[in-house]
């Protein structure tokens, strides 16, 4: 091995990585919150009553899970606008990676909602409290605090899926890691950089995520 | 002329999902066999080797595939290997692949009761036999489902390999579309080829893990 490793370039262009780095964290937060909002409706579609909405959401969250997201990322990119919805590359990339969360946040909802007890609905209902007291205090509040930890690790497995919408040329970490790459053809060091970024950033998301959970979900429960 | 998207095109996408099959397989195999150390590893009486693994998963958890595969792909030149791209992308997803079923494997291998290797010891039987008849069957029950699951992860993840220009099931759609002009359609029939190899997998694994429970 008589390779000569440079990070020189890799390093000087710091600027570009750090707007990748802000490109990621805006893509993958809004993406995140679409879709976990988004998933909710899913998670309601997937437990009411109605066959038809089950189906619906079913159907819906088993397409979605059983599909690579780069193809979701290349439908609505490449195949939308033949519908006449042509979308920037940035904007797709947020739409196919809120499609893609919600199918995963419905499912992983619906667990921490299975695992309330009915018995706390009627308690609630008994105290008086208005239906969307009860939805938000009583079922989806504890509900998702049980599944804050998947919740988080799907979050997390988002924000590093993130680097694949650089195919659609969306603006993002890896977009500009390959940029440099045509401009100065350290590949090895680029991306044994953008591995150690990826890394302290899925390490970032990780603490973050757990003081939001602990601030938002410090309620006493005994 | 514009070729229509139609049966002969849909066949050639199914030829691309051959590659599909075959760098599951290939990344499945050696990414298993590399996994079970990783697991036995990250389950080990030493500490240095438990914290290696350990920080070996926590590299592949923490970073995107894509990243690793380009990183596989632009690395093994370094070493003076030169190799095709179906060789790269098999190590790059067997590494991949060996880091996430040693983390399941490592939970599994831990869900068995520790009676069981207790009682194997009791009995002095030696590492390698408490493990291979003891301690693996059952960590192999308890993370059947598991590992189903993954494996549906993996097949997913082989279509990153159109990034890097191996004609599989995503480039081959890719290709088409730029042919027809008709990606809407392209792209729904390459998910929905995705969809018909992967869903009979992601059902039996739920359908295992519901027996599993059910024996609770």
Known sequence: MNYSFDFAPVFAAWPMLLEGVIGTLRMSSLSMVFGLSLGIVFMLMRMSKSNALRAMAIGYIELIRNTPILVQVFFVFFGMPAIGIRLSGEQAAILAMTLNCAAYAAEIVRGGVQSIRPGQIEAGRALGLHTADIYRFVVFRPAIRAVYPALCSQFILMMLNSSLVSSVSAEELTYFAQTLDSQTFRSFEIYLTLGVIYLVLSQFFSAALGVIGRVYFSYPTK | ?216
Not at chain 2, 8 to 21: H, M, Q
Not at chain 2, 27 to 45: E, H, I, M, P, Q
Not at chain 2, 187 to 195: P, Q, R, T
């Open chain 2, 1 to 216: 002329m514009i070729r229509q998207f139609g049966w002969g095109e849909f066949l050639f996408l199914l030829e691309g999902a051959r590659w599909t099959v075959v760098l599951t397989l290939l990344a499945f195999t050696f990414g298993g066999a590399l996994g079970l150390g990783v697991a036995l590893g990250r389950t080990s009486k030493w500490r240095l080797l438990r914290i290696l693994m350990a920080t070996y998963i926590q590299i592949f958890q923490g970073t995107p595939l894509l990243v690793q595969l380009f990183f596989v792909y632009f690395g093994l030149p370094l070493l003076g290997l030169k190799v095709d791209v179906w060789v790269a992308l098999t190590i790059g997803l067997s590494l991949h692949t060996s880091a996430f079923l040693g983390e399941i494997w490592r939970g599994s291998i831990q869900a068995v009761p520790d009676g069981q290797s207790e009682a194997a010891r009791a009995l002095g039987i030696g590492y390698v036999h408490r493990m291979v008849d003891v301690v693996l069957p059952q960590a192999f029950r308890i993370g059947l489902p598991a590992t189903i699951s993954f494996l549906v992860n993996l097949i997913k993840g082989t279509a990153l390999a159109a990034l890097l220009g191996l004609t599989e099931l995503t480039r081959s759609g890719q290709l088409m579309a730029n042919i027809t002009f008709e990606p809407l359609q392209v792209y729904g029939a390459v998910a929905l080829v995705y969809f018909f190899i992967c869903l009979p997998l992601t059902f039996s694994s739920a359908r295992i893990e519901r027996r599993l429970n059910a024996d609770r």
